[in-house]
Structures are given as C-alpha cells and as structure tokens.
C-alpha cells in the first residue's frame, strides 16, 4: 500500500525532524512530499542547510493525503503567524487521518485548538506554555495524533509514523534495517 504523506515546513525547519522522519516514510513505501510554506520551493533550514521541496503550501489538497507531518525547529515560530496554516490543520484533522508534530510543532497542532483532551509530548522549550505535555515520552501516540520531543528523537517519531501507517510488522523490519 503506498501512502501519501505530506511534511509542512518552512525556513528554519530543524532538518533532522524533517529528512530522518520521511527518509524511514520512504522506506516503508509512502510517497513523501515535501511542501514549503514560503513562496518559494528552495527552503534555509536551522542548520543552514538549503533544501529543496517538491511543491508550495498554497497548492495542497490535504483530501488526498493519509499523513500530515510538522517538523519542528525554530520556523515554527513564523508557522504559527500562518492562518491559511491553522485552517488546513483544522481541515485536515475534520477527516479524522493522522497527524504528526515533533519538537515545537505541537504548538501548531495547540493554536488549532487540536491538543484538547489528547495526550501528547513536544520539545522542553514548548512545556511552559504546552504545561500538560507529557515530559517523560520521546513519542506520544493518541489516536490520530503523534507528537515527539525533538531532534533526537526523530528516529523514534519516523517509526512511530511507519507503524501508523504500515503496522508493527514493518517498523521492526526498517528499525532491524537501520539498526535503530
């Protein structure tokens, strides 16, 4: 089965989040889209890395996707200005299919009015202002909703992702293959 699957970022995504998670997606068999929301394909991540999407924002049909994943990194920041941003998260969330935040992310997924109720953990930075965040879980899986902590725990997030999608059977084959 071959999954559609979307990560939404913009400058300042922390490039582990975004690369490890959809490398393991890719892996298992997804089709992984990578989608700026700057106006421009070609994105400036935390490390200075420049990468390049394959499409913008203002072009996605969340109907068509079984995933919508949020790197973190310091560019959440300028996401969460981003109201056509919240709308879609609002949108997609309706259709009732998984969605995904890692570090700061979760704080999108907060300004959507989607963490209500829901079990869910982010990066220490976030706990302050996200204060029911689960602080001892790298990754929290409540229903449609998955959360994780950070960088370091991008691995584990990606895993999570490819159980979601494609069941325990294949997170143990990729986790054996990337001797993870």
């Known amino acids: 089965m071959r999954n559609e699957v979307v990560f939404v970022f913009g400058h300042g995504v922390e490039e582990l989040e975004l690369i490890a998670p959809a490398d393991l997606l890719r892996r298992a068999g997804a089709k992984v889209h990578l989608v700026s929301t700057e106006a421009t394909t070609l994105v400036t991540s935390r490390g200075g890395f420049c990468l390049q999407a ?12 079984d995933l919508l994943v949020l790197p973190g990194g310091p560019g959440v920041l300028a996401l969460r200005r981003n109201e056509k941003l919240c709308a879609l998260l609002q949108s997609y969330a309706a259709l009732r299919k998984p969605l995904a935040a890692i570090c700061a992310a979760p704080l999108l997924l907060h300004d959507a009015g989607l963490l209500e109720g829901k079990q869910f953990t982010c990066h220490f ?34 895993l999570a992702l490819v159980e979601k999608l494609y069941g325990a059977d294949v997170r143990t084959e990729i986790s054996q293959a990337i001797m993870a």
């Open 54 to 65: 394959d499409g913008l924002f203002a072009d996605l049909d969340p109907s068509t996707l």
């Open 125 to 158: 930075s976030c706990w302050a202002e996200l204060p029911q965040a689960d602080q001892t879980q790298r990754v929290v899986m409540d229903h449609n909703i998955i959360t994780s902590q950070g960088a370091g725990t991008s691995i584990d997030f990606g």
